[in-house]
C-alpha cells in the first residue's frame, strides 16, 4: 500500500536554500563568466537577467507548481498532470540519471585538485600537464570520484529534513561568504605584465563584465547571445532537470510558492553575477583577455592554478578558498542531481530511500569509472554536432544537456501551455489565497514565448546557427 505521507522540507527557507543550492554548481561556475565575457559583457548580462525574469521564471513556476501539486518526482508527475504525457517524465528521469556519474567525476577533480592546495602545493597545479595527467592517470580520479560520490550519498540518504535541507542551511550561507569574499577581493588586483610593461587591475576587468559592448552586434550575434542566455538559464535554474519538480513535491501547501520562486531567482541570478565578479577580473588581470574565452573544465582546472600562482605567498589561501567553494558548489548541485533520481524511484518503484540510494551508488560507480576510463582505457575523440573532438563525458553531457533538456522543456510548456491548460499551475501558485503578480507574464511565456525560445535552443543544439 502507498504510503501517503510524504517527507518534505520544514519551510521556505529550506526550500529556496537547497533550490539554490541545486543550481550554484560546476556549470554555472566556470560557464557563466565564459558566455559573459564571449557575448559582449554587460549585453550578455542585461539579456540574461530579462530572460530569468520572463523565461526561467515560466519554466522554473511550472516545474516547482507540477511537483507540489502531485507531491510525486519527475518520472510520475507528468502522468498525474495527463496521462498522455507520462513520457516526459521519463525524459525528465533519464536527464539527471545521465548527468550524475559524469558530474561525480568532475566533483572529484575538484577535490583533488582542494587537497593539492590544503597540502600548499599549489605551485604543483600550475605544471605543464598536470590536469591532463591526473584525468589520463587510470587510477586516481577513480579515488576522488569515489570520495565525491560518498559524500553526495551520505546526504540523500539521511533524506530531505535531516539531509538535504540540514545541509543546505549550513553550505549555502558559507558558499555564499565565499563567493562574495573572492568577488570583492578580485576587483581590487592588480598586475603588471613583465612582457608587455602593461599594468591590468581588477576594475578593467570588472568593466569588461559590467560594461555592454555593442562592437559588431548583428542580429545573428544577438540571437547567439539570447540562446546562450537561455542555455545557462537551464544550469542556473536547475530547469528541465526534474530537480524542481522533485523538490517542488517537497514543499508544504501552506507555504507562498510564488514568493519562493521570486527568492529563488533573486538568489540564483545574485549568485551568477557574482560568479562572473570572482573570476573575469582575475582572469584578466593575471592571465589577460585573451584567457577569458577559456570555456570548460579548462577554465577552472587549467586558467585559474596559474592565476592563483600569480599572486604569489597569498595565491596559496585564495586557491585553497576558491576549490572549498565550488566543492561546496558541486556538492549542492550533485545532491539535488541524485535526489531527482532516488525520488523517482522510490515514487515509481515504491522502493524505500535506502534501497534507491544503494542501488543507483552501484550504478554512479560503474558508469563513473567507466567516464574516468574515457581518459585512458576507453580514449576516443569523436566530433558530433556542436562538439568537437569529444569524449565519453562530452558525449553524455551532449546528449543530456543538448538533446533531452530542451525536449523536456518544450514538452512541459506543451503539456501546461495547451493541455492541462496554465489555469492548472495558476491554481496551485494561488492555492492559499496568494497573489501571482506576473500571472498574465506566465501565461504569455508558457503557451507562446517559451515553446518558441526552447525550439530555437534545440536546433541550436544540431548546430544550424553556426
Given at each position: ?125 600550475v605544471a605543464d600537464g598536470f590536469f591532463t595527467g591526473f584525468i589520463t592517470d587510470q587510477w586516481q580520479p577513480i579515488l576522488y570520484t569515489i570520495i565525491f560520490t560518498l559524500l553526495c550519498f551520505v546526504i540523500v540518504y539521511k533524506g530531505v529534513e535531516h539531509g538535504i535541507e540540514k545541509y543546505s542551511k549550513v553550505l549555502m550561507p558559507i558558499l555564499a ?53 537561455m542555455g545557462q538559464l537551464f544550469y542556473s535554474l536547475s530547469i528541465a532537470m526534474g530537480i524542481m519538480v522533485a523538490y517542488g513535491s517537497y514543499m508544504k501547501k501552506e507555504v507562498n510558492l510564488s514568493k519562493s520562486i521570486n527568492q529563488i531567482e533573486i538568489f540564483d541570478t545574485a549568485i551568477a553575477i557574482l560568479a562572473g565578479m570572482m573570476i573575469i ?186
Open positions: 500500500m502507498e504510503e501517503k505521507k510524504r517527507n518534505s522540507f520544514t519551510g521556505s527557507i529550506g526550500f529556496v536554500l537547497a533550490a539554490a543550492g541545486s543550481a550554484v554548481g560546476l556549470g554555472n561556475i566556470w560557464r557563466f563568466p565564459n558566455l559573459a565575457a564571449k557575448n559582449g559583457g554587460g549585453l550578455f548580462l542585461l539579456v540574461y537577467i530579462v530572460l530569468a525574469l520572463t523565461f526561467g521564471f515560466a519554466l522554473l513556476t511550472t516545474e516547482v507548481a507540477i511537483g507540489r501539486k502531485t507531491q510525486e518526482s519527475p518520472l510520475t508527475a507528468y502522468k498525474k498532470i495527463n496521462k498522455g504525457f507520462g513520457f516526459i517524465g521519463i525524459f525528465a528521469y533519464l536527464v539527471p540519471f545521465i548527468i550524475y556519474p559524469y558530474y561525480c567525476v568532475i566533483g572529484g577533480w575538484v577535490i583533488k585538485y582542494m587537497s593539492t592546495y590544503l597540502a600548499f602545493q599549489g605551485q604543483v597545479a561568504i565565499l563567493v562574495l569574499f573572492i568577488a570583492v577581493y578580485s576587483i581590487f588586483l592588480k598586475f603588471t605584465d613583465p612582457s608587455t610593461g602593461a599594468t591590468r587591475t581588477g576594475v578593467q576587468g570588472l568593466g569588461i563584465y559590467f560594461i555592454p559592448n555593442f562592437e559588431g552586434i548583428t542580429f545573428g550575434k544577438f540571437l547567439k547571445i539570447c540562446l546562450d542566455a577580473p582575475s582572469v584578466y588581470v593575471f592571465a589577460g583577455p585573451e584567457e577569458l574565452s577559456n570555456a570548460g573544465p579548462g577554465l577552472i582546472f587549467v586558467t585559474l592554478p596559474r592565476v592563483f600562482d600569480s599572486m604569489g605567498s597569498f595565491g596559496q589561501f585564495f586557491g585553497l578558498m576558491f576549490f572549498v567553494m565550488v566543492l561546496f558548489a558541486a556538492l549542492t548541485s550533485a545532491v539535488s542531481i541524485l535526489e531527482a533520481i532516488v525520488s523517482s524511484m522510490m515514487d515509481k518503484l515504491k522502493w524505500s530511500r535506502k534501497k534507491a540510494t544503494l542501488i543507483m551508488a552501484l550504478i554512479t560507480f560503474v558508469v563513473s569509472v567507466i567516464v574516468c576510463l574515457g581518459y585512458n582505457v576507453f580514449y576516443f575523440e569523436k566530433s558530433f554536432a556542436v562538439v568537437n573532438k569529444g569524449q565519453i563525458l562530452d558525449f553524455l553531457d551532449y546528449v543530456s544537456n543538448n538533446l533531452l533538456m530542451p525536449i523536456v522543456a518544450i514538452c512541459t510548456c506543451i503539456l501546461i501551455g495547451w493541455v492541462a491548460k496554465p489555469k492548472t499551475v495558476i491554481d496551485e501558485v494561488t492555492l492559499n489565497g496568494e497573489k501571482f503578480g506576473r500571472k498574465w507574464l506566465y501565461i504569455i511565456m508558457i503557451k507562446y514565448v517559451a515553446p518558441v525560445l526552447l525550439t530555437l535552443i534545440l536546433l541550436g543544439s544540431f548546430g544550424i546557427f553556426g
